[in-house]
T-cell receptor, first 117, second 113 residues
Framework: AQTVTQSQPEMSVQEAETVTLSCTYD???????LFWYKQPPSRQMILVIRQEAYKQQNATENRFSVNFQKAAKSFSLKISDSQLGDTAMYFC??????????????FGTGTLLAVQP | DSGVTQTPKHLITATGQRVTLRCSPRSGDLSVYWYQQSLDQGLQFLIQYYNGEERAKGNILERFSAQQFPDLHSELNLSSLELGDSALYFCASSVTPRGQEQYFGPGTRLTVT
């Protein structure tokens, strides 16, 4: 069974600095997606970034970028120029890509990020 | 705002009762997913519907059931409620059944007393 591990329960970063959140996963499949979701205090789940496993290029979305290491099964999130609004729980998630069949998200346990002024 | 709506926002009920949670997907999305977020289990996939048909089941208890209606809204029914069912229940939607881009609603906070 696929598993997602986030080994950092909590992290803290100063405003305007850079922080990296770690995620590892376990799968024997070759085709899959990886995601980072943000859950602020409002509890809304917000998709931050997505990476397709077949793409070698790391995904970026403005201040958010990932370091995808397929062989190592590692998928870290880098947040540059951290802002107070980035304070949230961050979940790493995995999804197999079975083509036309359904695919479910498998989540890690989350990393609580606090951005300090 | 993701475009996915869920009602009610909060629900407080007693053990043994039955409740219904409602979800309206984003306009144009045919696929609806239900997830449960609890302190002890984390975020877990419960069930998926695509265009009215059940597509996949996850860790959904037999006391729980769901359906998707012709207008594509979905309902999650929870019966014989136990204290351990207290959780945040999310609905997510996507255009395709593959669900590679799921957008989450604001969730329904269920408290069982």
């Amino acid at each position: 069974a696929q598993t997602v591990t986030q080994s950092q329960p909590e992290m803290s970063v100063q405003e305007a600095e850079t922080v990296t959140l770690s995620c590892t996963y376990d799968t024997s499949e070759n085709n899959y997606y990886l995601f980072w979701y943000k859950q602020p205090p409002s509890r809304q789940m917000i998709l931050v970034i997505r990476q397709e496993a077949y793409k070698q290029q790391n995904a970026t979305e403005n201040r958010f970028s990932v370091n995808f290491q397929k062989a190592a099964k590692s998928f870290s999130l880098k947040i540059s120029d951290s802002q107070l609004g980035d304070t949230a729980m961050y979940f790493c998630a995995f999804m197999n890509d079975y083509g036309g069949a359904t695919n479910k998200l498998i989540f890690g346990t989350g990393t609580l990020l606090a951005v300090q002024p | 705002d993701s475009g996915v709506t869920q009602t009610p926002k909060h629900l407080i009920t007693a053990t043994g009762q039955r409740v219904t949670l409602r979800c309206s997907p984003r306009s144009g999305d045919l696929s609806v997913y239900w997830y449960q977020q609890s302190l002890d289990q984390g975020l877990q996939f419960l069930i998926q519907y695509y265009n009215g048909e059940e597509r996949a089941k996850g860790n959904i208890l037999e006391r729980f059931s769901a359906q998707q209606f012709p207008d594509l809204h979905s309902e999650l029914n929870l019966s014989s409620l136990e204290l351990g069912d207290s959780a945040l229940y999310f609905c997510a939607s996507s255009v395709t059944p593959r669900g590679q881009e799921q957008y989450f609603g604001p969730g329904t906070r269920l408290t069982v007393t």
